[in-house]
């Protein structure tokens, strides 16, 4: 999304706060599964490039929740039939859900939903559908560049504070022996190009782009020291090392037996490889 737009609706907001506040808090009130049906249909309206689709889990939402109308009216009345919401004014609710979306914390407010589901739910199936559908959020909301890696490790408590920050950039990243042949060398030279990552070995993408980037490279470096059911392990540690992200094999996991499609830019980690 470009610039442009976030100050448009951030200048709407300052104008008109007060009102859009106390419809931001009563729409935090809603059902986990009334709030998903808002994002949809306001990341509809905005024509984002990317939509988490609640077509693609029906075991976590009905019929009722996957119709997700073309007008603000439609979105509406559907919340008036839970019978817990009043509303005045649709440009006025339009416009806020538009700001809560790219402005403000509404993918913050479905990830927390999602969570205590997650804790909630019994079955295993279940529990990797919220799983899928909360990456899926996070993924989406960078690839339409409303929020970033930084804002998300921020609302995961994974911030790193000031001081930590001036002593990770006053010391070099230590690159693992396996990485310091001159054909890893190149691909981590192909992979800064790219913008996949900075000189720091800071990942700039998601951390499933990462794993798929680790797997790559590992098999391409040969770097396997184990085989499981007759194929060669991937060695995810030179890469957790050097990228400062633990718990790739769980990224692989995602998209191999989760999702079933590769991670978002995969084509560029592959033209690394080529």
């Not at 559908?129 to 490790?153: C, F, H, P």
């Not at 691909?187 to 800071?202: F, P, Q, R, V, W």
């Not at 957790?240 to 995602?254: I, P, R, W």
Request: proline share 3%; aromatic share 10%; glycine share 4%.
């Amino acid at each position: 999304m470009e610039p442009e737009c976030k100050v448009d609706f951030l200048t709407w907001y300052q104008t008109n706060k007060i009102t859009a506040d106390r419809i931001i808090n009563d729409l935090k009130k809603q059902s986990f599964e009334a709030v998903m049906h808002l994002y949809a249909y306001t990341a509809k309206s905005l024509k984002l490039e990317h939509i988490v689709s609640q077509r693609d889990f029906p075991i976590l939402f009905s019929n009722n929740y996957t119709r997700v109308g073309d007008t603000i009216v439609t979105a509406i009345v559907f919340l008036l039939c839970e019978g817990n919401m009043s509303f005045i004014r649709l440009n006025r609710i339009k416009n806020t859900l538009k700001y809560w979306l790219v402005g403000d914390n509404l993918y913050e407010t479905l990830v927390s939903k999602i969570i205590v589901k997650t804790d909630e739910a019994r079955e295993r199936l279940e529990k990797n559908a919220y799983s899928d559908l909360q990456q899926q959020l996070v993924e989406t909301s960078m690839r339409n560049g409303i929020k970033t890696q930084d804002d998300w490790n921020r609302f995961f408590g994974l911030e790193i504070t000031p001081d930590d920050k001036g002593d990770i950039e006053n010391k070099p990243v230590p690159i693992p022996t396996e990485l310091q042949t001159e054909a890893a060398r190149l691909i981590i030279d192909k992979a800064i190009s790219l913008g996949l990552c900075d000189e720091n070995y800071t990942w700039q993408k998601t951390n499933t782009l990462l794993a798929y980037f680790s797997d790559c490279a590992c098999e391409h470096l040969n770097l396997s020291k184990a085989e499981q059911d007759g194929k060669k392990k991937t060695f995810w540690k030179p890469f957790e090392t050097l990228f400062g992200v633990s718990g790739l094999a769980n990224y692989k996991n995602t998209y191999i037996n989760k999702t079933g499609k590769l991670p978002t830019d995969h084509e560029i980690v592959e033209s690394i490889f080529r």
